[in-house]
Each structure stands twice: as structure tokens, then as C-alpha cells.
DNA sequence: CCTTGGCACTTTTTT
DNA sequence: AGTGCCAAGG
């Protein structure tokens, strides 16, 4: 058990305590995500199946780093027998298989945010109620917060103070459109975020003999970022673990982020409540940071009224001061930036990757796009506008949900006029209208035209386009039963007339959406080789729209890697980087104006400016405007109340005598970063978000299951040529690159199994039939 | 029924 | 500045 080695006493402490509750109070950069790992890899050895371990993460970044890290010390095949994901994808894979017993297919659709917006904005019409006043936006919320502290329809009515708050704030109506919104819902076979909590509590509690099934499976239930979850999360986990109490959760009270989704913190801080002999460990130790760092990052957080006692410390070396630059405006402040980091690239001999640049709101990327491409710098950014949200491929999408569940209405009203085919939004109504009052789905209605078709009060020219439309659509059905996802989809954008739509408009915003589509289809290819390839692998169309609907941003990976990395500060919690840039700090910014007025939106911000600051290792700089270009005009600022709140001693004010400058109108800075890196060198390359970053797996462990076979012929599926590959070969494949082989399994030359660890990619479980491998 | 042009609102953060 | 929504005209 060397993994063991190498852990401190209370990070021993907390991998080695197996049974019972356990809370382990994590500061920033103390190893965290190392003790998950080990306690997980720790239970294996200890011989409990990996089938009875659930492990609960944040997002998805964090389950799949923590799963790949597992794999090294446990094989590969253990470590894809456990539960692990975040909530949503954990729980919508459970729900699938137990839909039925909630009248729901198993097909069900996941709405993200924007079709909930979308299916919410049709009720509120329908029930001919005014949305200045009904904002969807804070509809919606109010329903998330109900849902989110499992106040059903029904609990509604039957909570009067709940409807009397609703009252107070001028929304009598809110019981209404709850009820009616989630018949929507139910009526199209489509849950959204947070239905997937709710339902599932739903599941656990009204069939016992289904939490028996689950309680049983569970015995060791782990939970990361225990301090966001939410009530319903909460219930979920309580419910589960409630039989064996084998309950491990992990987190910092210090970096609570997610209240506006319903996080709450007192799950965490009152653990001990819950489970009375519950065992604490505290991580204090910061191994990541600076002493300097670390110091600064306590006097912030130290302002917060809310928290557990705690002391984090670094015996790291104490490091360089914070520095601190003041801009003129936002293009100066990315223009201090870029050359920064450009100049401390190639005076510490550091690498791109090496550097992040943290901001509060995904609007600020622009301008450092913009300085970063002006100076060659290789960038990527995380998050933001994904890719999966935008028109044309949503357009494509809702078809592509509407074969998988045709009660889907929100996708069958996106795509039934579009592109325009002579059903119009008088027709639409009369359809919305007609199915709500027989309490059917529009697909039924279409289906069975002919018989509603007295009762629609639609003319035969309408009649004729729905049905053109409702058999464009069974067709398409038909084809998905016997052709992959790729084709079918390619099918789609062509019959549909979607392609052509696009393609007709010339402008380079017509052009880039084509591209946008293209991009769908090719990522529906990789999908498809990529299942294909797996052993394990599920090519439906269903398990693509749940992968794209539950995770923002499944981008490829591809061949550059030494970039520089742009994201939130939600988005880089658990990362860590050598040399951050914390920009924007200014006051209405950061802090956000949606959070100054209570103290304890505040303090999440607090807590989310500690995140920020504690994922530098080495060097942490802060960077505000004094103007910056927002809504269309020019608006002034003032720096951030944090700022002040850290004692000068951290601090470094690069450019004292800023104020003294005359203002010049290029709105560069002349200090002592001037010389902008020459442009002639053009490894620029803009990229999409990936999932992963840096840390490529290196050490292998042998995974139990798979028989070590010398050599194996590679079989292309056409037949044409094959090669010897063996164990140590280097290999190239289309998608995933270069990779070494790790191992051969099988027999049966139809069925060799090959353990590929891909530079890019990580470790590989490919069929050889099938993935096309060329040796190298 | 569809297209166009003007206008209002936007930006907090994510599953 | 960019997007989405609505009203009017074709």
C-alpha cells in the first residue's frame, strides 16, 4: 500500500477511516482531491466492491480527473465500476432506469435552462399572463427554489405561508403557473435540472423497496463539495446513506460558491447534527501555495462572519508579494496582461499553461481574447457561451430529441416551423391549445390527425403541411432503428431543409453557422467511433443528448496543449496555477452588483474572491480599471472593497505613479511592461474549452481483469492491410492521436481488446476491429 | 403566414 | 454591442 505513503496524519487519518460518517474539513490546497482518491483506491484494496461505492462531485471536470487518478492506483476496470459523476448525471442515470415507476419513459428529455425558459414563457402566454410582471427569469427561480426544497405542486397548496410570501410579492399566481409548468413538463416526457434532484427524492421516498435496492448498493457513499449542495441534494444523499452510514463527505465552508443555485452551507456546518458520532478531520496544511498567498487569502476570508474555526498554513516558501495594477481601461487591463505574461513566460523559463486568468463574469473574456491573439499568446477559454446553446445547433438538436422522445413539445415546436414550412404560430396555438385541453401530447395529436382533425378548425392546406411534417419526422424514426446517429443526424440537417437555410445566407454570420452545424455532425462522428470503439460503449442517440445536455461543454481535445487558461472563478474552483491573473476587481464587478446588498451575498463573494486567490501557486496578481467599456458605454469604477481588506504587507502596487500619467489615448500602459511581444511568431491558436488540464496520467497500474497478450495483428474493418501492433508499440489514431499500447487482451482476433494510453487523451479502451490504428 | 426593422434589455456565477 | 422580442407591412 505504498499509496499510503506520503500522506500527513490527518490526511492518513481520513483515508484509512472507513465505516461510519466521516467529515473532513478541507482547506484550500491541502490535498483534497488526493485524499478522495486514496480513500477510494483505500476501500478497494480493503476489498469492498467497487459496484458498492458512490462517489458525488461538483461538475464534471472534477469526476473525471478523480476517476482517471483512481484508475492509476486501482486498474482501469475497478475504477469504471464505481458510481461517480456529479449529482445531475449520477442521478439522471438512475432515473432512467427507474422512470417507470414515475410515469415517465425512460427516454426522458433533460431541459436545460434555456428550454425551461422556453417551455415557461409558452405557460405564462397560454395562461394569458403578463411577463413584465411574471418575469420568466424569476419565475423560473422561484420554482428552482421550490423544487429545491422539495416543495412539490402540491406541498405548494398546501403551504400557506409559501403562498402567502408568493402573495406579499405581488405573484398570487405563481401556485398556477408552478402547476401548469411542471404538467408541461411531465406531459413531454422531460424533466429539467433540477426535476432530476427532486424526482429522484420522489423515487426514494414513495418506494421503499427501490431505496431498500439503492441503500444496499451504496454501502460507501463519498460526496465532494459537500458545502454546495443543495436540500434536495442533501435528502438524497441522507436517504442513501442512512442504512450503513458509510458516509464520507469532503469540503471547505471557506469556498461555498453556489448559493444562487440553492447550496447551502449549513449542510456542512451542521454535519455533526446529522451524525452525532460522526468523526472530523481537519486538512490544514496548504501545500500549494506561497506562505504569502496563503496569509493573504486568510485576512480575506477572515472578514466573513459565517464559518468553522480553522488554520490554514503553508510552510511553502513565503514568495513574492501580490502585485497589483491599476488600468485605465478594460483593453489596458488585458493589454498588462498579455505582455505580463509574455515577459514572465520568458524570464522564469514557464510554459503558457502555467497561467490563468480568473475573472467574475464570463463578458470580460472578450477583451483579453482580443490582447492575447494581438500578441500570438496560445489561449483557451473555459466555460462561457457554450457551444451546445447556440441557434442553429439547438435547431438541429431539438429534431434529433424529437426522435428520441417525440412527446418532447419544446423540441417539436422548435423545429415544426422551422425552417418555415406554412405552419404558423396561429396553427401552433391551436394545436398547444387543443392538446392541453384533452390532456395529450402534440405528437398524439399528430399522430392521430385524421381523427382530432374535425375538432382543430384547421383548413386542408394546414392539414397537409402537418402531416408532410409528422411523416418527415416518423421516417426519420424509422431511419434511427437502423442506421448510427451520425447518418441519421446528417439525414436530418438536409431533409429538414436546415442545411440549405443556412447555407443560403452568405454573410460570415450565415457562414460560421454552417460551420457551427458541421461541427455537431463531426462531434456525432466522434461520439459514434468513440462508443464503437469502447468496450463498453452505448453509440444511441439518447446517451448523446444526455451527454451534451448534462455536461456544458464536451469539446475534443486536440494537439495543443501549452496555452494559456481563461475561465470564472466558479469554473477554476479545485484547479490550481502556477501564475493567476485575478482581473476586474472593481467594485459592482467584483463584488457583483447583483450582491451587495445583503451580507450574505457578500460573503459568498468573499469566499469566491478566497477561491480565486488560493489557486495560485507562485506568483498571484490583481489587476483593476478605473473605466471600463460595459452596456455599450464607457462606465467608471472604483476598486474593490477587497482590495483594502488585505493588510498592505501581502501587497505590491506596480504602478504608484499611475496616477500622475497623463492619460493616453492608445490606452496602452507604458510602466515597466511595455514591449508587447513581436507578432511574427504564429503558434496562435484559438481553442475551445477542453475538459481536462494538464496533468497527463504517467504511471500505470496493471489492471486485473486483462490478460497480457505479447502481440496482435490489427484488422482494419475493410481488410485492406494489417500490422503486427505489441505491447510498447506507438500508435496514431484519427481522434485521439498518438499513444502508446499498454496492453493486448484476447484471443479471438475479432476481438482483441487494446489498452492505449494516448498523450492527449489518457488511457483508451479500444476494440482493434475497429479503432483504426496505425503504427509509428 | 412570413419578413423586416426598431426597440429594449442585457451580465453574475452552473448542473 | 449583441440578441431577442414585438409590431407593422407584404
Same mark, same amino acid.
Given at each position: 500500500?505504498?499509496?499510503?505513503?506520503?500522506?500527513?496524519?490527518?490526511?492518513?487519518?481520513?483515508?484509512?477511516?472507513?465505516?461510519?460518517?466521516?467529515?473532513?474539513?478541507?482547506?484550500?490546497?491541502?490535498?483534497?482531491?488526493?485524499?478522495?482518491?486514496?480513500?477510494?483506491?483505500?476501500?478497494?484494496?480493503?476489498?469492498?466492491?467497487?459496484?458498492?461505492?458512490?462517489?458525488?462531485?461538483?461538475?464534471?471536470?472534477?469526476?473525471?480527473?478523480?476517476?482517471?487518478?483512481?484508475?492509476?492506483?486501482?486498474?482501469?476496470?475497478?475504477?469504471?465500476?464505481?458510481?461517480?459523476?456529479?449529482?445531475?448525471?449520477?442521478?439522471?442515470?438512475?432515473?432512467?432506469?427507474?422512470?417507470?415507476?414515475?410515469?415517465?419513459?425512460?427516454?426522458?428529455?433533460?431541459?436545460?435552462?434555456?428550454?425551461?425558459?422556453?417551455?415557461?414563457?409558452?405557460?405564462?402566454?397560454?395562461?394569458?399572463?403578463?411577463?413584465?410582471?411574471?418575469?420568466?427569469?424569476?419565475?423560473?427561480?422561484?420554482?428552482?427554489?421550490?423544487?429545491?426544497?422539495?416543495?412539490?405542486?402540491?406541498?405548494?397548496?398546501?403551504?400557506?405561508?409559501?403562498?402567502?410570501?408568493?402573495?406579499?410579492?405581488?405573484?398570487?399566481?405563481?401556485?398556477?403557473?408552478?402547476?401548469?409548468?411542471?404538467?408541461?413538463?411531465?406531459?413531454?416526457?422531460?424533466?429539467?435540472?433540477?426535476?432530476?434532484?427532486?424526482?429522484?427524492?420522489?423515487?426514494?421516498?414513495?418506494?421503499?423497496?427501490?431505496?431498500?435496492?439503492?441503500?444496499?448498493?451504496?454501502?460507501?457513499?463519498?460526496?465532494?463539495?459537500?458545502?454546495?449542495?443543495?436540500?434536495?441534494?442533501?435528502?438524497?444523499?441522507?436517504?442513501?446513506?442512512?442504512?450503513?452510514?458509510?458516509?464520507?463527505?469532503?469540503?471547505?465552508?471557506?469556498?461555498?460558491?453556489?448559493?444562487?443555485?440553492?447550496?447551502?452551507?449549513?449542510?456542512?456546518?451542521?454535519?455533526?447534527?446529522?451524525?452525532?458520532?460522526?468523526?472530523?478531520?481537519?486538512?490544514?496544511?496548504?501545500?500549494?501555495?506561497?506562505?504569502?498567498?496563503?496569509?493573504?487569502?486568510?485576512?480575506?476570508?477572515?472578514?466573513?462572519?459565517?464559518?468553522?474555526?480553522?488554520?490554514?498554513?503553508?510552510?511553502?516558501?513565503?514568495?513574492?508579494?501580490?502585485?497589483?495594477?491599476?488600468?485605465?481601461?478594460?483593453?489596458?487591463?488585458?493589454?498588462?496582461?498579455?505582455?505580463?505574461?509574455?515577459?514572465?513566460?520568458?524570464?522564469?523559463?514557464?510554459?503558457?499553461?502555467?497561467?490563468?486568468?480568473?475573472?467574475?463574469?464570463?463578458?470580460?473574456?472578450?477583451?483579453?481574447?482580443?490582447?492575447?491573439?494581438?500578441?500570438?499568446?496560445?489561449?483557451?477559454?473555459?466555460?462561457?457561451?457554450?457551444?451546445?446553446?447556440?441557434?442553429?445547433?439547438?435547431?438541429?438538436?431539438?429534431?434529433?430529441?424529437?426522435?428520441?422522445?417525440?412527446?418532447?413539445?419544446?423540441?417539436?415546436?422548435?423545429?415544426?416551423?422551422?425552417?418555415?414550412?406554412?405552419?404558423?404560430?396561429?396553427?401552433?396555438?391551436?394545436?398547444?391549445?387543443?392538446?392541453?385541453?384533452?390532456?395529450?401530447?402534440?405528437?398524439?395529436?399528430?399522430?392521430?390527425?385524421?381523427?382530432?382533425?374535425?375538432?382543430?378548425?384547421?383548413?386542408?392546406?394546414?392539414?397537409?403541411?402537418?402531416?408532410?411534417?409528422?411523416?418527415?419526422?416518423?421516417?426519420?424514426?424509422?431511419?434511427?432503428?437502423?442506421?448510427?446517429?451520425?447518418?441519421?443526424?446528417?439525414?436530418?440537417?438536409?431533409?429538414?431543409?436546415?442545411?440549405?437555410?443556412?447555407?443560403?445566407?452568405?454573410?460570415?454570420?450565415?457562414?460560421?453557422?454552417?460551420?457551427?452545424?458541421?461541427?455537431?455532425?463531426?462531434?456525432?462522428?466522434?461520439?459514434?467511433?468513440?462508443?464503437?470503439?469502447?468496450?463498453?460503449? /452505448? #453509440?444511441?442517440? +439518447?446517451? &448523446? =443528448?444526455?451527454? %451534451?445536455?448534462?455536461?456544458?461543454?464536451?469539446?475534443? @481535445?486536440?494537439?495543443? *496543449?501549452?496555452?494559456?487558461?481563461?475561465?470564472?472563478?466558479?469554473?477554476?474552483?479545485?484547479?490550481?496555477?502556477?501564475?493567476?491573473?485575478?482581473?476586474?476587481?472593481?467594485?459592482?464587478?467584483?463584488?457583483?452588483?447583483?450582491?451587495?446588498?445583503?451580507?450574505?451575498?457578500?460573503?459568498?463573494?468573499?469566499?469566491?474572491?478566497?477561491?480565486?486567490?488560493?489557486?495560485?501557486?507562485?506568483?498571484?496578481?490583481?489587476?483593476?480599471?478605473?473605466?471600463?467599456?460595459?452596456?455599450?458605454?464607457?462606465? /467608471? #469604477?472604483?476598486? +474593490?472593497? &477587497? =482590495?483594502?481588506? %488585505?493588510?498592505?504587507?501581502?501587497?505590491?502596487?506596480? @504602478?504608484?505613479?499611475? *496616477?500622475?500619467?497623463?492619460?493616453?489615448?492608445?490606452?496602452?500602459?507604458?510602466?515597466?511592461?511595455?514591449?508587447?511581444?513581436?507578432?511574427?511568431?504564429?503558434?496562435?491558436?484559438?481553442?475551445?474549452?477542453?475538459?481536462?488540464?494538464?496533468?497527463?496520467?504517467?504511471?500505470?497500474?496493471?489492471?486485473?481483469?486483462?490478460?497480457?497478450?505479447?502481440?496482435?495483428?490489427?484488422?482494419?474493418?475493410?481488410?485492406?492491410?494489417?500490422?503486427?501492433?505489441?505491447?510498447?508499440?506507438?500508435?496514431?489514431? /484519427?481522434?485521439?492521436?498518438?499513444?502508446?499500447?499498454?496492453?493486448?487482451?484476447?484471443?479471438?482476433?475479432?476481438?482483441?481488446?487494446?489498452?492505449?494510453?494516448?498523450?492527449?487523451?489518457?488511457?483508451?479502451?479500444?476494440?482493434?476491429?475497429?479503432?483504426?490504428?496505425?503504427?509509428?
Amino acid at each position: 500500500m505504498d499509496y499510503l505513503k506520503g500522506l500527513n496524519e490527518s490526511q492518513y487519518e481520513a483515508v484509512t477511516t472507513l465505516e461510519g460518517p466521516l467529515m473532513v474539513l478541507a482547506g484550500a490546497g491541502s490535498g483534497k482531491t488526493r485524499v478522495l482518491t486514496m480513500r477510494i483506491a483505500h476501500l478497494i484494496t480493503n476489498g469492498v466492491d467497487p459496484f458498492n461505492i458512490l462517489a458525488l462531485t461538483f461538475t464534471n471536470k472534477a469526476a473525471r480527473e478523480m476517476k482517471e487518478r483512481i484508475a492509476k492506483v486501482v486498474g482501469e476496470s475497478d475504477a469504471r465500476s464505481l458510481w461517480m459523476g456529479t449529482f445531475h448525471s449520477v442521478f439522471a442515470r438512475l432515473l432512467r432506469s427507474e422512470a417507470h415507476y414515475l410515469g415517465f419513459p425512460s427516454n426522458f428529455t433533460i431541459y436545460d435552462t434555456q428550454d425551461s425558459l422556453n417551455v415557461l414563457k409558452k405557460v405564462l402566454k397560454e395562461m394569458n399572463i403578463d411577463s413584465d410582471v411574471y418575469k420568466p427569469k424569476k419565475v423560473l427561480g422561484r420554482i428552482s427554489q421550490y423544487k429545491n426544497n422539495l416543495i412539490t405542486v402540491n406541498a405548494y397548496f398546501n403551504n400557506p405561508e409559501i403562498i402567502e410570501a408568493d402573495e406579499r410579492a405581488n405573484m398570487k399566481l405563481m401556485g398556477e403557473i408552478y402547476r401548469k409548468y411542471v404538467d408541461t413538463c411531465f406531459r413531454s416526457g422531460a424533466m429539467d435540472f433540477d426535476d432530476l434532484l427532486l424526482r429522484t427524492n420522489e423515487l426514494l421516498t414513495r418506494f421503499p423497496e427501490v431505496l431498500a435496492k439503492y441503500q444496499d448498493r451504496f454501502r460507501y457513499i463519498l460526496v465532494d463539495e459537500y458545502q454546495d449542495t443543495n436540500h434536495s441534494q442533501y435528502l438524497i444523499v441522507k436517504a442513501l446513506a442512512s442504512k450503513f452510514e458509510n458516509i464520507c463527505v469532503v469540503g471547505d465552508d471557506a469556498q461555498s460558491i453556489y448559493s444562487f443555485r440553492g447550496a447551502n452551507i449549513y449542510n456542512i456546518l451542521n454535519f455533526k447534527k446529522d451524525y452525532p458520532d460522526a468523526h472530523t478531520v481537519s486538512l490544514e496544511q496548504n501545500y500549494r501555495s506561497t506562505q504569502n498567498i496563503v496569509n493573504a487569502a486568510n485576512v480575506v476570508i477572515s472578514k466573513n462572519l459565517q464559518q468553522f474555526k480553522k488554520n490554514v498554513f503553508s510552510e511553502n516558501e513565503e514568495g513574492e508579494k501580490i502585485k497589483i495594477y491599476r488600468s485605465l481601461s478594460d483593453a489596458d487591463e488585458a493589454n498588462f496582461v498579455a505582455s505580463n505574461i509574455w515577459e514572465i513566460r520568458n524570464r522564469e523559463q514557464r510554459k503558457f499553461e502555467e497561467f490563468a486568468i480568473l475573472y467574475r463574469t464570463n463578458s470580460q473574456t472578450r477583451a483579453f481574447e482580443d490582447a492575447l491573439r494581438k500578441r500570438n499568446i496560445p489561449y483557451r477559454v473555459y466555460g462561457g457561451l457554450s457551444f451546445y446553446q447556440r441557434k442553429e445547433v439547438k435547431d438541429l438538436i431539438g429534431y434529433l430529441r424529437l426522435l428520441v422522445n417525440e412527446n418532447d413539445s419544446e423540441a417539436l415546436l422548435r423545429v415544426i416551423n422551422y425552417p418555415a414550412r406554412g405552419i404558423g404560430e396561429t396553427t401552433q396555438n391551436k394545436l398547444i391549445v387543443f392538446a392541453d385541453q384533452n390532456n395529450i401530447s402534440i405528437a398524439e395529436l399528430l399522430s392521430n390527425l385524421g381523427f382530432y382533425a374535425p375538432r382543430l378548425g384547421l383548413n386542408n392546406g394546414v392539414l397537409n403541411k402537418l402531416g408532410e411534417f409528422w411523416s418527415m419526422i416518423k421516417a426519420f424514426q424509422v431511419m434511427l432503428k437502423q442506421d448510427n446517429v451520425y447518418n441519421v443526424a446528417m439525414e436530418v440537417s438536409k431533409r429538414s431543409g436546415l442545411i440549405k437555410l443556412l447555407k443560403d445566407d452568405q454573410t460570415p454570420e450565415g457562414i460560421s453557422r454552417v460551420e457551427n452545424v458541421q461541427e455537431l455532425l463531426n462531434s456525432m462522428q466522434g461520439f459514434l467511433e468513440e462508443q464503437q470503439q469502447l468496450e463498453d460503449g /452505448d #453509440a444511441s442517440l +439518447s446517451n &448523446f =443528448l444526455e451527454n %451534451i445536455a448534462l455536461s456544458a461543454d464536451t469539446q475534443r @481535445n486536440d494537439d495543443e *496543449e501549452d496555452m494559456v487558461s481563461l475561465m470564472t472563478i466558479h469554473l477554476s474552483k479545485g484547479l490550481e496555477f502556477p501564475v493567476v491573473h485575478l482581473v476586474g476587481l472593481e467594485e459592482n464587478l467584483f463584488p457583483s452588483f447583483m450582491s451587495s446588498s445583503s451580507r450574505e451575498e457578500l460573503e459568498e463573494e468573499r469566499r469566491l474572491f478566497y477561491v480565486a486567490l488560493t489557486r495560485a501557486e507562485k506568483q498571484a496578481f490583481f489587476t483593476y480599471a478605473i473605466s471600463r467599456f460595459q452596456w455599450g458605454k464607457i462606465t /467608471d #469604477a472604483e476598486p +474593490s472593497r &477587497f =482590495l483594502s481588506e %488585505i493588510d498592505s504587507e501581502f501587497l505590491e502596487f506596480i @504602478n504608484p505613479a499611475m *496616477e500622475r500619467r497623463t492619460i493616453n489615448r492608445s490606452g496602452l500602459s507604458s510602466s515597466i511592461f511595455d514591449e508587447a511581444p513581436s507578432a511574427e511568431t504564429p503558434f496562435f491558436k484559438k481553442k475551445e474549452a477542453k475538459r481536462t488540464i494538464g496533468s497527463t496520467p504517467k504511471e500505470e497500474a496493471v489492471p486485473k481483469n486483462l490478460k497480457p497478450v505479447a502481440t496482435a495483428r490489427i484488422i482494419n474493418p475493410s481488410g485492406q492491410s494489417s500490422q503486427d501492433i505489441e505491447v510498447g508499440d506507438h500508435v496514431r489514431h /484519427d481522434r485521439f492521436g498518438v499513444g502508446e499500447v499498454i496492453f493486448l487482451d484476447g484471443t479471438d482476433p475479432n476481438n482483441i481488446k487494446a489498452k492505449v494510453h494516448f498523450a492527449n487523451e489518457g488511457e483508451k479502451n479500444l476494440i482493434l476491429k475497429f479503432a483504426k490504428l496505425t503504427k509509428i
